[in-house]
Every structure is written in C-alpha cells, then in structure tokens.
DNA sequence: CTGAAAGCGCTTACAG
DNA sequence: CTGAAAGCGCTTACAG
C-alpha cells in the first residue's frame, strides 16, 4: 500500500490514487478496469469498481485528454447563434457528435472574432479535436492560418484552395433553381435580395440569380440587386425597403435567406402590398417557421440536419486517420404560397 | 542547452520545452513571460518572445488546466437548439463569457441525456468550470446529483431545496398579466395551451393562469387546458386542434410559447377562424419573429439577451469565490396584433 | 531574475 | 495479471 502525499485534498473529485488506495492496487490496474484495455482479474476487478462506487470517482478528463492527445471535443463556429439556419445544422451535428462520444464546443464566430477572444484562444490550443465552421468565409480565411494543425471542415461554405473539405449543397444550381421558376411564373424584373458576401454562399447563389437570368436574356439590373446588413428579419425589411421606392418596382424577389425574405414580406404588407399577388416572394433555407408563416413561404430547402450530420461524419473520419472528399448535398423547391 | 528527448515530434504544435531550447532560457522562465506571473530580465524576455513567434507557439490548454485547476469553459444545457428563445439567451450568456475570456460548451439536454451520454460525461470530469442550464427542471435534477460539485446556475428554470441559484423572470407574475390582459378586453373563456411541465416555468405559467381566472371568478375548465408535446410549431398546430374540435370553444387563448402562439393561429386559419377577430391569442417570450409575423403577436417579453448574461455573471461571480443569490428579472407585455 | 524539481492526474510501454 | 516508472505539457513554490 502506498504512501500517499496529499491526503486531505479538501472535498475536491477522487483522484486515480484515491481509488488505487481504497482498492488496495496500482493506478495503473485503475486505470486498466476503467479502460478495459487489458486483462484485469476478476476480483481485482471487482474491488477496483467497488473502490470507483464508493468513492464515486470519475476520471479527470483534462489529465485524460493530456495523455491521450484528444479531447473528444469538438469546436463548431457559427457565424450567429439567433439564425434558425444554423441552429438546425447544429443539431445534425449533434446527433451524430454524440452517438460517437463527442462533444461541442460552440463558439459564435463573428467579425470581430480573433485572436483576441481568450475563449477561441483556448480552442485552438488543443482544446478540441477538430473543427466545423459554418462561418462566413471572409472570417474563416484569416483563422485558418492561425490554426494550421486543427483538422477542419466547413459546412455551407468553403475555402476554394486549401485542403478543407466542406459539405454543402449547390447554392449557385439552387438560385438558378429558384430564379427559373420564378421566370417561368412570367416574372421578368425579378429583384434579389442577398447577404453579406462575407459568405461564400450569399455569393454563390448571387451569381446563380444573374446566369439565370442572362441565360433568359434579360439583362442585370444592378438596382435590383440588394445587400441586406444582416440576416435577420429586420434586415429584410430595410433592405426591401429600397425596393419599394423604385419608380419601377420589381414583380418578383427572390431573397437568399428564408428570414430575409420574410422582413421583405412585411415591408411590403405594411405598405398596402399583397404577396403573391403584387409580388412574389421567394426565400432559401426552409427554416421551421417557412411553413406557418403567412403566406407560407415558396422557398429552397437545404437538408439541414443531413448537411450537420454529413460534416461532423466527414470530421470524424478524418479524425480516425481516414481521407475526406467534400460533398455535395441536393437542394428542393418547395412551392407553397408566397410565390 | 538540455537535451531534449523526443525531437522529432513530428509536425506536432510547439511545446513549451522547444521553446525555452530555442531562446536558451528555462521553461520557468518560459512560463513566467508567457504568464507575466513574475518579473523577468528585459532581455531574456525578448528573446522568449521571439522564440515563441518563431515556434508559432501557444501553450497547451489542457496541461495548462490542469495545473491551473480550471479550464475557464463553461457548459450550457440547452433543451432545444432549434428554439429562438433558448438561442437569444445563450447569446446574452457568450456576451459576458467572451469578456471575461471564457469559452462555451453547449451541450443539448434532452430527455434522454443521462450518464451514457459519452459527450457529457467528459465534460462532468473538470472540463468545465461550472455550468448554467436552460435544461428541463425534469432533466436537471437528476443531473445535479451526479456532479454535486460543480457550480450551477439555472435559467429560466430553478430547483428549490438546492443551493443552485437561479435567473428568471417571474413567470407565474408574467402569466397573471397576460390571462388578466385577456380578461380585460372582454374574454371570459381562456384556454391555455401550456408546454410540457416538466418545465418548471410551464408549471408556473399554468398556476399564474388559474390564479388570475379563479380571482376573476371564473371556473377553471379542464379541457380548455392543453399541454404541448413539444414547443415547436406544429405542437402549436397540434394542440390548438383540440380546442378547434370543442361545441364550445374559446374566445381567447393564453399560450406559453410564441411558436406554440403561431402554430396555434396557423390552425385556427386552416380552418377560416381570424385572429384576433374570432379568437384572440397571446404568446409568450417575444421571439424575434413575433413581430414580423402576421398577426404580429400580442405577448410576454422576456429580457433574453439579460437573463443570459446575468446567468452568466452570477456563475463567473461564484467561480471568483462569491456569494451567489438568486435573481428576478422583469418581463413586460407588448401588446401587438394578435389579442 | 533564473533554474531544478515537484506535481497536476492520468496512460502505457517495460518488467516480472 | 500486476506494479514501478516515465511522461503528457504545463505552473509554481523553493533555492540561489
């Protein structure tokens, strides 16, 4: 039986040598029933676990993590906690994160985010495993030097030249997508309403809108093209504001967010506007509250949870030593009323 | 110059032995510049700088915790990552924790979270530094008594015969003015459509709404009360159906979640009833989409945004060693379109 | 001001 | 099957 140096450590977690102690053996046969990594005997066994009840060990993951070189985190920026976009491809990740015994660290990757923000700082420093990034490329660009070792994976957007792999459906084909339908309604002064092109998406799907309608031969009108400051409701109706006070207002919007074109939705309501009727309305995402709203909106889904799902797989296979190919996921047009 | 043992560590990050090799100085001292803990020379600093800036060197978090005896992470139990409300209020808890250096662990505390929960048990073992929780008061108490020593903070919800202080708003008051509020504009049959209860602020919701009836002298009637099976819009949809199918059914009804609120006005216009005209519904939190959607919703308004951050602060106060009182918050009703 | 050494709580060859 | 010991990468008394 050993000696032990630190014995009254206050109230404190049992340490492994606690447990050793009470069970009469070594950390290392602890260590080896926590672990079933090796053959233990079976008594030796059973005092070990009687030891562990009794004193209601749980292993220190810090010290566990140290030796094992992982943490079983993983760290998932999102560019904005409050979209319900992003919400439900975290919790993709989610389901898939914690069937195999990982967590999430969440961290709100915004503009300001740099190496300034201790909590990231944190992170990067062998905190978690891996990362998803869900964040605008403009922020992802700069954080990726900073963390070179880190595998990562970027969902929804990408980083063109380095050897990240991303998950993510095609924006550009689902503008097309919704553009064409739009056209083939008889719309032909389709206005669009996009976001920061901080995001690769937003401009992706920015170019989708102008080759649609070039292929249709109707030429780009830079007026119709507006860039809300965000993406929540109310950046939709700032931004459709403008809309309105064209002298030749668009027929048709097509807005690159779900949120946005709802904002876009009210605006015109509250100016005596009816959608579909005196426009059309298309959003991008689908988010729960897409099918309620009134008028339910015409939208493009994205698979959200698969899209979390499919990136914390390709994550954890990278992870396990494996190769990681990016992937493209298929979009829908969902027609309902609002266009 | 020591000699260093494993030099060719692949292309793992710099530790803090190849730095001090590479300026000549000790990891003490090391340690010292990085941490700013002690004086060192003005010259050896320099020289620890720049091997650091050569190395791309950043210490290990996780050796660095485990010394330090925290990890400055704090775990958030959220019940659902899909629900605005539980996303506004972790933004107000990030604004504080990223001040003060902190990083988030959010971990989704379903039903079904308990000790197999691989994700969550690494995080019990000293991960975090202490934790607040959105959790279910259902979920959260068993979960207390199993890592009695980390320090809480409860949101929204509270334990009462514990030492776990709590934020919240005074739910029971909240939903006193809103059944009153209804009573005031003429109705007298109020329905309730409640959420599960193993949401203690479900539960005080409901006694909030039977006060106010009972001292309006109004009989309470079962069937005009309908919980939830979950707090997404179509549990709204859902539950509103019941009330739908009634000989007698209500003029108003008091829901205790604005997505139940809007699933509940999306049933009721399937079916040709207007809102507020025939029936008159109210919500309760004031999610961002509350205003925009139409009828803008007549509702609650919890200080989300407030009741994080204090959250937070409370627990970052009890983590420095001080004392930890509960806290009450105050809502307001907005009175909007929908009652 | 600086270094050698102990120690945080684990895991894992290495012997036996 | 089991233990003594080295080591993961740090921080911090303890000497000097």
Redesign the pocket.
């Known amino acids: 039986m050993?000696v032990k140096?630190?014995k009254a450590?206050a109230s404190?977690?049992?340490?492994?040598?606690a447990v050793a102690e009470h069970a009469?053996?070594?950390?290392?046969?602890?260590?080896?029933v926590?672990?079933g990594?090796?053959?233990?005997?079976a008594?030796?066994?059973a005092r070990v676990e009687a030891a562990v009840g009794a004193l209601g060990?749980?292993?220190?993951a810090?010290?566990?993590s140290?030796?094992?070189g992982e943490t079983r985190l993983l760290l998932v920026l999102v560019p904005d906690f409050a979209n319900p976009y992003f919400a439900e491809i975290v919790k993709g990740v989610e389901s898939v994160t914690r069937e195999n015994g990982y967590g999430l660290v969440i961290a709100e990757a915004s503009q300001t985010l740099s190496r300034d923000s201790a909590a990231l700082d944190s992170l990067y420093n062998r905190m978690a495993d891996g990362v998803i990034s869900l964040a605008r490329f403009a922020d992802l660009k700069p954080l990726l030097q900073e963390i070179p070792d880190l595998p990562w994976v970027a969902c929804s957007e990408f980083v063109d030249d380095s050897d990240v792999p991303s998950v993510s459906i095609d924006h550009r084909q689902a503008a097309i997508d919704a553009v064409q339908y739009l056209l083939n309604r008889g719309h032909q002064r389709i206005a669009l309403l996009s976001a920061s092109e901080d995001y690769r998406w937003a401009r992706q799907r920015h170019a989708g809108y102008e080759f649609a309608l070039r292929r249709a031969n109707i030429p780009i009108e830079p007026q119709l093209v507006r860039v809300a400051r965000g993406t929540d409701y109310v950046h939709g109706m700032d931004a459709a504001g403008a809309l309105l006070a064209m002298e030749q207002p668009p027929t048709a919007v097509f807005a690159v967010a779900d949120t946005l074109a709802i904002g876009a939705i009210k605006a015109f309501r509250r100016v005596g506007r009816r959608v579909p009727e005196d426009v059309a309305v298309m959003g991008f995402d689908d988010i729960p509250v897409a099918q309620v709203f009134e008028p339910a909106l015409t939208t493009i889904a994205q698979p959200v949870r698969e899209l979390g799902a499919a990136a914390a797989q390709l994550l954890l296979k990278r992870l396990a030593g494996g190769a990681s190919e990016s992937l493209t996921l298929d979009h829908a047009l969902i027609v309902r009323a609002s266009a």
């Open positions: 050993s140096t630190n450590k404190a977690t049992a340490s492994i040598s009469g053996v070594s950390i290392a046969t602890v260590s080896r926590l672990n990594t090796k053959a233990v005997n008594d030796t066994r060990y749980r292993a220190n810090l010290a566990r140290l030796m094992r």
